[in-house]
């Protein structure tokens, strides 16, 4: 004896009942409103055409809504994960544009400017000279006259040094304000670099001089220059204190260098 899995009562004859193509189970045609006709026919037609019971019908429709869920769930995280793309890019962006601007703010531009700065600066003093030490007079006399003097002091200073050269254009400034105690050193502007290194290379020759041998001439360094030399000073300064000896500085292209003569 068969029980209808809808209703389930007794399936008493043949007729009136099929097989459920989901469950496997036996059920009243008239459970689930088809006519033996409809039934008969899908039967011999086609086997793609499925007849079910209530329950698998249910179950089925189920799944279809359980499909659908799936879907728009899967669109919904779809979208979500492109939202969160395109939001992790722009946050991306926005870092690498801080990092840039940031880079360029903290090194380029300043230092490269300190260079443009550096590099005119000593342009502008490589065709002068420093001569420190030579006697100033007194803020009694007149401007004109101290320069005349300064002017003077310094032609004789270039006599001894370079005999053989007539420096004809160049003018002196003291430098910095005045004072009673000490005497400023004085600038001299040449027309050529080269007049500057033919007078430092001869400056030696002032110590063979009574009036000049406490007188002393160098380039016309930039504070960077300066405080490069002091660097290098000091560290030469510890290497002859470690024992090393014959150390000197020597000037390479402008650029100052600690060598050891032999
Ligand atoms: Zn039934
Ligand atoms: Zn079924």
């Not at 008969?40 to 179950?59: D, H, L």
């Not at 502008?124 to 006259?145: C, G, H, M, T, Y």
């Not at 005045?178 to 080269?194: D, G, L, Q, T, Y």
């Not at 090393?244 to 100052?256: A, D, F, M």
Request: charged share 25%; with cysteine.
């Amino acid at each position: 004896m068969t029980l209808c899995v809808n209703c389930g009562t007794i399936c008493a004859t043949n007729a009136g009942k099929t097989q459920c193509d989901g469950c496997q189970g036996t059920v009243h045609l008239s459970c689930i409103g088809i006519s033996e006709k409809e039934a008969t026919m899908t039967r011999s037609k086609s086997k793609s055409i499925k007849i079910v019971c209530n329950q698998c019908n249910n179950n089925m429709s189920c799944l279809k809504d359980l499909r659908t869920l799936i879907t728009s769930l899967q669109h919904e995280l779809s979208s979500s994960i492109n939202q969160l793309k395109t939001e992790f890019q722009s946050q991306l962006d926005d870092i690498n544009v801080k990092l840039t601007q940031s880079s360029q703010q903290r090194q380029s531009t300043p230092v490269l400017e300190e260079v443009v700065q550096e590099v005119l600066e000593r342009q502008k003093r490589a065709k002068n000279i420093v001569i420190f030490n030579l006697p100033e007079q007194s803020n009694n006399s007149s401007d004109e006259i101290r320069k005349e003097n300064d002017n003077l002091l310094v032609k004789n200073v270039l006599n001894i040094t370079n005999p053989n050269v007539d420096f004809e254009n160049f003018s002196v400034r003291r430098m910095g304000r005045f004072n009673e105690s000490r005497n400023r050193p004085i600038k001299v502007f040449f027309k050529n670099e080269s007049d500057v290194f033919s007078v430092v290379r001869s400056s030696k020759n002032l110590k063979n001089d009574l009036r000049f041998k406490n007188v002393n001439i160098s380039f016309d360094r930039t504070p960077k220059q300066l405080e490069l030399y002091n660097q290098l000073k000091t560290e030469m300064n510890g290497r002859i204190a470690r024992g090393e000896s014959n150390l000197k500085i020597r000037y390479y292209n402008g650029t100052p260098k600690i060598i050891r003569l032999n």
